[in-house]
């Protein structure tokens, strides 16, 4: 867990940075609300990837995903990561989430939008879903996980 920890605050602090890891995000998900999308390194259209959702952390965004997936895996998985609903005081481009039941439900509706987006989009295999996160997103996963 500590090294999750270390990774998350890493990544926030080294935002603005130049890396050499460079995300997929073509061809992008037809969704109406921001997604931060990662397609794995030679990725195969006929082969069905399990699909990692990402939470964000709370005062961050789905740019959390750019620093999470070289350490998960470059090759493996399809990832998707949903922006918070509401913008943070922290400052610019950082995002929370709302944890009352209508904003839940809300987070619920755009996990299922997702799914069926990347699954007929860019073949994610819809049985294969690990819904994640750190911090209130990950709290957050796991009410809906637990639903």
């Known amino acids: 867990m500590n090294r999750l920890h270390q990774l998350v605050r890493s990544h ?10 460079q995300p997929t995000t073509t061809p992008p998900l037809d969704l109406p ?23 964000h952390s709370q005062d961050s965004s789905e740019y959390e995903l750019d620093g999470l997936m070289p350490h998960l895996s470059l090759r493996n998985y399809l990832a998707v990561a949903i922006r918070g609903s509401n913008p943070s005081r922290v400052g610019p481009r950082r995002f929370s989430w709302s944890c009352n039941p209508n904003a839940t439900a809300l987070v619920e509706e755009a996990i299922d939008e997702v799914i069926a987006a990347t699954s007929q989009q ?18 957050l996963a796991q009410w809906i996980g637990l639903r």
């Open 12 to 21: 926030l602090s080294e935002s603005g940075r130049s890396s050499s890891f």
């Open 33 to 55: 609300f921001p997604i931060r999308v990662f397609i794995p390194e030679r990725y195969e259209a006929s082969y069905a990837y399990p699909l990692v959702i990402w939470l």
């Open 122 to 139: 860019l073949n994610a295999n819809p049985s294969h879903v690990f819904l994640a996160g750190f911090g209130i997103g990950g709290t």
